[in-house]
């Protein structure tokens, strides 16, 4: 493929041609739909004596808000967090308020960061993957459970390592979610 001026290779991925354009649903449903199926992986038969397998619902929500900032609405963590109350075994509310305050708290970091790259976003989903699960084992502790911080850290630990290959996962759906399909009419 040449180049032509400013043009990038692949960069003619998405523009319409005739009778071919992005779909509007498309482009919009496929975040909401791959976070709420990552809230049903509670439902797998996964027997562990000990959580760890990591929040994938969560670890979506992060990753599609840092890697397409205008995609989700701030408001997004109440519907989503619901759904996810409902399968997790958490305490109701805490996905609720926990993802609200997640996307709020995201929504602060890029006001204040203009630019970022590969490890700010590492970071700021390490520290915001801590906060979730500590606080989430917190609520289920004064819901009855009990208190002992060193279960979460395999989850933990998996959810670090986990996070950048879910994010070529969310690259790839979002090239999906803006491919071009058949316009009839």
Wanted: no cysteine; aromatic share 10%; proline share 8%.
């Amino acid at each position: 493929m040449s180049l032509g001026g400013d043009r990038l290779p692949g960069s003619d991925l998405f523009t319409r041609r005739i009778n071919r354009a992005p779909s509007l649903l498309l482009a919009t449903a496929v975040p909401w739909i791959v976070i709420a199926l990552a809230s049903l992986m509670p439902l797998s038969p996964v027997i562990a004596s000990a959580p760890v397998l990591p929040p994938l619902a969560y670890l979506f929500l992060i990753g599609w808000r840092l890697l397409r900032p205008g995609l989700l609405p701030l408001w997004a963590g109440a519907p989503l967090g619901l759904i996810d109350d409902l399968y997790s075994g958490q305490p109701f509310g805490s996905a609720i308020l926990l993802w609200s305050l997640t996307m709020i708290g995201i929504e602060l970091i890029d006001g204040w960061l203009r630019w970022r790259g590969f490890w700010q976003d590492w970071l700021v989903a390490m520290v915001l993957i801590t906060a979730y699960l500590f606080l989430g084992h917190v609520f289920a502790a004064i819901a009855g459970g009990r208190f002992d911080p060193g279960l979460i850290v395999p989850q933990l630990l998996i959810s670090f390592i986990a996070f950048p290959l879910l994010t070529r996962v969310i690259a790839i759906l979002d090239i999906l979610r803006l491919a071009r399909i058949r316009v009839l009419g």
